[in-house]
């Protein structure tokens, strides 16, 4: 167990719709990161959050869009879904907001979105 | 564009067979370099790293993973894999210069047969 949780474990939805993805990082933690895993393009990078502030972005659709709350939870809204939005979504967090201290992140265990 | 490569998208061994992943980056600054495993239906965890000093790293399990520099490479071994190394490996890499991700390759799933 990593310490970090995502809900829901898996999401089916339409084409059009909108969706919620939910993480808790591991207690301590400030930094919170959002993957996209899918078959063709692998670990993709989407965007960070430190200590509530958007840190870092990266191969992240304007249809998607995330946040951080006060007590470091994170949620990343991903919107007007295509049926190429289907992926493993992971969440991750680390202490600090750099990866200067131990470069680690700490994985959940994803959250698996099917858009039909 | 900055980017790591994994050339080997799946694997097959036989247990005690000697593994060697290969993981190149594209990325002419000061790099960090990583590995992290994902056991099936597991979270991602991390193998191993490098941030400086010996090349050669050692990990958890029996892996270590050599960097060369001039070749870009952090190629992942283990002389003897057994059956419970059946997992998906990946290779990231944390670039320096104001960059503040960690970009990861697209994996390399090993299957290990007894």
């Known amino acids: 167990d990593s310490g970090v949780t995502q809900t829901p474990k898996h999401l089916i939805t339409a084409t059009g719709q909108r969706v919620t993805l939910r993480c808790s990082p591991r207690s301590g933690d400030l930094s919170v990161y959002w993957y996209q895993q899918s078959l063709d393009q692998g670990l993709q990078f989407l965007i960070q959050y430190y200590n509530g502030e958007e840190r870092a972005k990266g191969n992240i659709l304007e249809r998607f869009s995330a946040q951080q709350f006060p007590d470091l939870h994170s949620e990343l809204n991903l919107s007007s879904l295509e049926l190429g939005d289907s992926a493993l979504y992971f969440c991750?967090?680390?202490?600090?907001?750099?990866?200067?201290?131990?470069?680690?992140?700490?994985f959940g265990e994803g959250s698996r979105l099917t858009v039909l | 564009a900055q980017s790591v490569s994994q050339h080997n998208h799946h694997v097959i061994l036989s247990e005690a067979a000697s593994l060697e992943l290969g993981c190149n980056y594209s990325y002419g600054g000061t790099v960090n370099l990583f590995w992290y495993v994902q056991y099936p239906g597991q979270h991602l965890q991390l193998l191993l790293k490098?941030?400086?000093?010996?090349?050669l790293v050692k990990g958890i399990k029996g892996f270590e993973a050599e960097f060369i520099k001039s070749k870009f490479s952090f190629n992942l071994r283990k002389p003897s894999v057994q059956w419970s190394d059946t997992a998906e490996y990946f290779c990231?890499?944390?670039?320096?210069?104001?960059?503040?991700?960690?970009?990861f390759g697209a994996g390399t799933r090993l299957a290990v047969h007894p």
């Open positions: 490098y941030f400086s000093g010996d090349p």
């Open positions: 990231a890499a944390l670039l320096s210069g104001g960059y503040n991700k960690l970009i």
């Open positions: 991750a967090s680390s202490v600090g907001g750099d990866f200067t201290n131990t470069g680690e992140l700490f």
